[in-house]
């Protein structure tokens, strides 16, 4: 699936920002690199480098504030076009020397993609969208002894607490209470959803 | 004697209050209350929806008002008696069973316990004859009449698979989406990774297995 040319026919933005890219120390970039490729798919209002690290960079760089967060953008945008499309290293090499990038910056992000490229993919594979996701699950089962309209009493009954996480809400909790028939049923249901997940491996 | 009476080491006020009476009482009458009696232990329900609510409001209504009728027909022909009579009555059959009931006492032992009580033998009979034979269906129904948390109602699954998002362009992962509903319908549908649905169907058939084990434990033998 992966298209022609998915750099090059970008804003001159881009390529302005490619020649900042191209004037940074070699030995220096790879570290900023392997800081973005981390960051991909985290929420856009997060930042990559804190306030603190930023003014550092700029220091140790050599760069105004707009020309590293210029840099920044170009480098997450490669990125996320990378795992986009899933290139492999050598594609994304391809792909990069269709640009004015150097050969030693084309050297390091095919490097730091190479190794975080399956720990990426995977993460942004398992990114979802549903509102609420089941988190965690939580048991205690316990045997009824009595109760207030009767005495001696042995019924075993488990109490399951589904912990769903919401990304814009607080996260909820369901608490739902099974006897042994109960749960029997819940089960059969389950192994249902198993026959179907084994038939698609 | 090593057994105690199902009524307890001290025979309730309850039950106590209707001794004096019980010997003045016409058979038809104490049947006529034993029945009100009956279906109000039938009907009483700890966690009522609002229809049950209103039903039980009624039958306790038509209880009430039964029990006024009949209690000024005694009344008339015997003014010895206590206007409430009928109230008390019902209050001493009704402590009577449900203590029976919760006790689970056998038939043999509910006669037994309560000619110790010196009831008239008519009385007695038929409340035998209720207990032999609404026992069994009146400790299940108070055995399933219980608080408890909510419960699995619906339970909708669909298993996706994902083709591409806005992240990446080929996942084809496979999700499950599941709606649940439960009995005080709450209704939530939220997806579930592979990883942690692998996690809930271990964690079910982990609770299973040890229902199972308990059920073989002889010194916890379990009530079907």
Redesign the interface.
Same mark, same amino acid.
């Given at each position: 699936m992966s298209a022609t040319d998915i750099f090059t026919t970008t804003s001159s933005k881009f390529n302005d920002s490619l020649v900042l890219i191209n004037k940074l120390d070699s030995s220096k970039f790879p570290r900023i690199l392997s800081r973005i490729v981390q960051k991909i798919g985290c929420d856009k209002s997060e930042r990559i480098f804190s306030q603190v690290e930023e003014e550092q960079l700029q220091g140790v760089l050599g760069l105004a504030a707009y020309e590293l967060k210029a840099i920044i953008e170009a480098c997450s945008f490669i990125f996320e076009q990378t795992a986009y499309y899933s290139l492999s290293g050598n594609s994304l090499i391809a792909q990069l020397q269709k640009t004015t990038l150097q050969n030693d910056k084309i050297t390091a992000f095919q490097s730091v993609w190479t190794e975080n490229a399956e720990s990426t993919l995977q993460q942004l594979r398992s990114k979802s969208v549903a509102p609420l996701v089941l988190g965690d699950i939580g048991w205690r089962f316990h045997l009824q002894m009595s109760q207030s309209s009767m005495s001696k009493i042995k019924q075993p009954s488990a109490i399951f607490e589904f912990d769903l996480k919401s990304d814009s809400k607080k996260d909820e909790k369901m608490v739902l209470e099974f006897n042994k028939e109960q749960l029997q049923d819940f089960f059969l249901q389950l192994e249902l959803v198993q026959a179907k997940l084994d038939s698609l491996a | 004697m090593d057994r105690i009476s199902f009524l307890g080491y001290n025979i309730p006020i309850e039950v106590k209050n209707i001794l004096p009476l019980a010997q003045k009482l016409e058979q038809a009458f104490t049947r006529h209350i034993v029945a009100l009696v009956v279906s109000y232990l039938k009907s009483k329900k #700890?966690d009522q929806n609002q229809q049950e609510y209103e039903k039980f409001n009624q039958i306790t209504r038509d209880i009430h008002d039964k029990l006024n009728i009949s209690s000024s027909n005694i009344v008339e022909k015997d003014n010895t008696l206590d206007s409430n009579v009928s109230s008390i009555v019902f209050t001493g059959i009704y402590y009577i069973l449900?203590l029976a /009931?919760? @006790?689970?006492v056998t038939v043999e032992y509910f006669q037994t316990d309560l000619n110790e009580l010196k009831l008239p033998a008519p009385f007695i009979a038929d409340l035998q004859n209720v207990y032999t034979k609404l026992r069994k269906e009146l #400790?299940e129904k *108070? %055995?399933n009449?219980?608080?408890? !948390?909510? %419960?699995?109602e619906t !339970?909708k699954?669909r *298993?996706d698979? /994902?083709i591409s998002?806005s $992240? @990446?362009?080929?996942?084809l992962?496979?999700?499950? +989406?599941?709606e #649940?509903t439960?009995t005080k319908g709450?209704e =939530? @549908? $939220?997806?579930?990774? +592979?990883d @942690? $649905?692998h996690?809930? =169907?271990y964690? *079910?058939?982990k609770? &299973?297995k040890?229902?199972e084990d &308990?059920?073989q434990l002889p010194i +916890?033998? /379990?009530?079907k």
């Open positions: - | #700890i449900k /009931i919760k @006790t689970k #400790i *108070v %055995q009449d219980k608080i408890l !948390f909510p %419960q699995l !339970f699954w *298993v698979v /994902i998002s $992240f @990446t362009s080929r996942v992962n496979p999700v499950i +989406l599941m #649940i439960d709450k =939530r @549908t $939220f997806e579930v990774s +592979l @942690t $649905f996690k809930l =169907r964690n *079910v058939s609770v &299973l040890d229902m &308990l059920d +916890l033998k /379990i009530d």
